[in-house]
């Protein structure tokens, strides 16, 4: 086997793929403590490449005391006691208080196995491309929310398969990924069924869905829900300019839609939980108290923290759907 492998069409940077040659054959016994190292030349010309490509990843690992340069001579193995840092990328679509209990989750569960740097793309897949192209092959593992983005796959394919994790929302593109996720259609479809008992004292359930963040099978799951019992639905983007009537319930999937259609019904003079009935999406602690308490349905964002954290340390390759319930209040 070759001390040295680049690989032409990878993703990853070829300076960082001799780095990771050289760690692999010191981890394999194959270089040991003085041994010489192919020079800079010779690596150069058997893969095409520039003198500062493989300069660079030689200063690398002379940096972080893995080999030594002697002049005249060439680069030589200086120590075998090293461990690989193991880093993790992380990347979050947005932060709000129930991502960020995942996130404590996480990093907590994982304690001191590895280092964790948390990214954002907040919805925006040009942003979600450049962080991942940025960061290809600087870490050990990448967790990674895709949540609606068109094309993500494309993108989440340029990593090395054997070290992606899918966390909250997957999809058939990325079925061959492990992952820890919700889901959505039988989420709110069960949700609904256990308050269905609550639900019949309302004539209609409207769902506000604003097409852009939140996940399409929240949209069907609601759907089959009404049409298998018999509830007469409708689905609107905003509640602005929505009238309201007695004996509506609103599943809200937005807490940014929560706040106006709370304010709207206290405009109308409607009474939460009697007149008006509220589901909201993800609990969170003001929910409890807001409005003599708002109904949620939510998943367990710390369950899904530990239990990826756990997947990530323990090199699992299970697909776990995460366990959601309806929190049932003074709103419904």
Do not use: W
């Amino acid at each position: 086997m070759k001390l040295i492998n680049v690989i032409e069409n990878s993703d990853i940077p070829k300076y960082k793929q001799i780095i990771y040659s050289v760690e692999t054959a010191i981890a394999e016994k194959r270089l040991k403590r003085k041994d010489k190292l192919p020079s800079i030349n010779k690596i150069a010309l058997e893969f095409s490449l520039s003198r500062d490509t493989v300069l660079q990843a030689y200063n690398d690992l002379k940096k972080r005391g893995i080999i030594s340069a002697m002049p005249g001579k060439g680069y030589y193995i200086k120590s075998e006691e090293f461990t690989t840092e193991q880093r993790i990328f992380l990347l979050f679509d947005e932060l709000n208080s129930f991502k960020e209990d995942l996130y404590n989750s996480f990093k907590e569960t994982m304690g001191n196995f590895a280092n964790i740097d948390i990214f954002f793309h907040y919805f925006n897949i040009e942003v979600f491309k450049k962080l991942i192209d940025e960061n290809n092959g600087d870490y050990n593992k990448y967790v990674i929310m895709p949540t609606i983005l068109k094309d993500a796959h494309i993108h989440i394919k340029k990593l090395p398969k054997n070290n992606v994790y899918i966390l909250d929302q997957t999809n058939e593109q990325l079925q061959e990924y492990p992952s820890v996720h919700q889901n959505f259609v039988e989420d709110i479809y069960n949700a609904l069924l256990t308050g269905k008992d609550a639900l019949k004292k309302y004539q209609k359930l409207i769902f506000i869905f604003p097409d852009f963040k939140q996940p399409t099978g929240m949209k069907i799951g609601f759907l089959k829900f009404c049409k298998d019992h018999q509830f007469k639905a409708e689905i609107i983007s905003d509640i602005k300019q929505y009238e309201l009537s007695p004996g509506e319930v609103f599943i809200i999937p937005d807490d940014r839609d929560l706040v106006k259609a709370i304010e709207k019904i206290k405009e109308k003079g409607l009474e939460i939980g009697k007149e008006i009935g509220i589901i909201s999406y993800n609990d969170t602690p003001l929910k409890k108290v807001v409005a003599n308490g708002i109904t949620t349905i939510s998943t367990d964002f710390n369950s899904m923290g530990s239990i990826m954290a756990e997947m990530v340390v323990g090199q699992k390759k299970d697909v776990i759907e995460n366990k959601s319930s309806l929190i049932i209040r003074g709103s419904l």
